[in-house]
């Protein structure tokens, strides 16, 4: 026999289907928005670095592209002590 009630009209499952799914929607969009900020700042990092130390090598690349969120802006306020590219991604 086939299922013919939709889950989402039922009193009590719909209503706790319906907030499970906006729980994780949210869950989703913040994830999303961390995501962005993270691209946005290894950009900028990798442009101020260009600017300092001249065009990223590969192994630099490669570095940026592990970093956790945590560690950029670690990493990026090193730019102003670091006398090579090497000692700022050490």
Avoid: C
């Avoid at 490669?62 to 002590?81: N, V, Y």
Wanted: aromatic residues 6%.
């Amino acid at each position: 026999m086939p299922i013919t009630e939709d889950i989402r009209n039922h009193e009590v499952l719909g209503r706790e289907y319906k907030r499970g799914f906006q729980v994780g929607f949210e869950q989703g969009r913040q994830e999303a928005r961390q995501e962005r900020h993270r691209e946005r700042t290894l950009e900028l990092l990798r442009r101020l670095i260009e600017q300092r130390f001249g065009p990223l090598p590969s192994w630099a690349e490669q570095r940026l592209a592990q970093l956790p969120a945590a560690e950029i802006e670690t990493i990026a306020l090193r730019i102003f002590d670091a006398k090579s590219l090497e000692e700022m991604l050490s």
